[in-house]
């Protein structure tokens, strides 16, 4: 495979794209939107999260952004947390497929994600606060929990479903927010080149 082939590569859940039978039409296969969504999402990810040291990705469900991560990016440590074993053994089987070093899952939640505070020069939260209860009422604190995981100059990454891109497929997140939902956040930046079906924000720690 040449480097240009690399780059332009995604490690997709095609053949684990059975989990998704049934519930969401977008989801059939690894032409279908959702993962055109997938993809266009992290590479927006990619772009921004750091290029060395630990990320962690809280929330990762099946871990199919923490593993392309740590293929792209072989000087990280991904870590994948997520409570749903099931769905950290599909991202398992992932990394075992593309024989991938630099990466790890562990059950876990937003709450007590088992990581070092401090400790990571890149957080990712993606679909995550907008599928919790309680989603605007307890935002203030959850993202003070993710980033309490940073070392200074590290980077929180933040990405939520724009409701109304979706209303059209029926999905609609138990917890809907908007980016007016983190005007309290002063310095963040937002991504302004994603499509409408999602919205992304950075947040570097002092
Ligand atoms: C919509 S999925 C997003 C998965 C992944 N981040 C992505 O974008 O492909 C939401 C995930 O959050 C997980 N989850 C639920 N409660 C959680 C909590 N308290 N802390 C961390 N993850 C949680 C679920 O198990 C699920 O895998």
């Not at 392309?68 to 991904?78: D, Y």
Request: net charge neutral.
């Amino acid at each position: 495979m040449s480097l240009q082939e690399v780059q332009n590569a995604w490690i997709y859940l095609d053949r684990n794209t059975m989990i998704w039978r049934g519930p969401i039409q977008a989801a059939q296969g690894v032409f279908q939107p959702i993962h055109w969504v997938a993809q266009t999402r992290m590479q927006a990810e990619l772009r921004l999260a750091p290029n060395e040291g630990r990320i962690a990705d809280v929330g990762c469900g099946y871990g199919i952004v923490t593993v392309n991560l740590a293929w792209k990016k072989p000087r990280t440590e991904v870590i994948g947390i997520d409570p749903d074993d099931k769905r950290l053994e599909v991202g398992r089987q992932l990394l075992q497929e593309h024989r991938l070093k630099n990466c790890t899952f562990r059950t876990g939640t937003l709450e007590e994600t088992g990581i070092e505070p401090g400790s990571c020069t890149g957080v990712i939260c993606t679909e995550l606060l907008d599928h919790l209860p309680e989603g605007k009422a307890k935002l203030q604190e959850r993202i003070g929990k993710l980033m309490d995981l940073l070392q200074p100059g590290g980077r929180l990454l933040v990405s939520f479903l724009d409701p109304e891109g979706f209303e059209y497929m029926g999905v609609k997140p138990p917890s809907p927010l908007t980016m007016s939902d983190f005007d309290w956040l002063k310095e963040k930046v937002v991504e302004r080149n994603c499509p409408r079906w999602w919205y992304m924000f950075y947040l570097d720690k002092r």
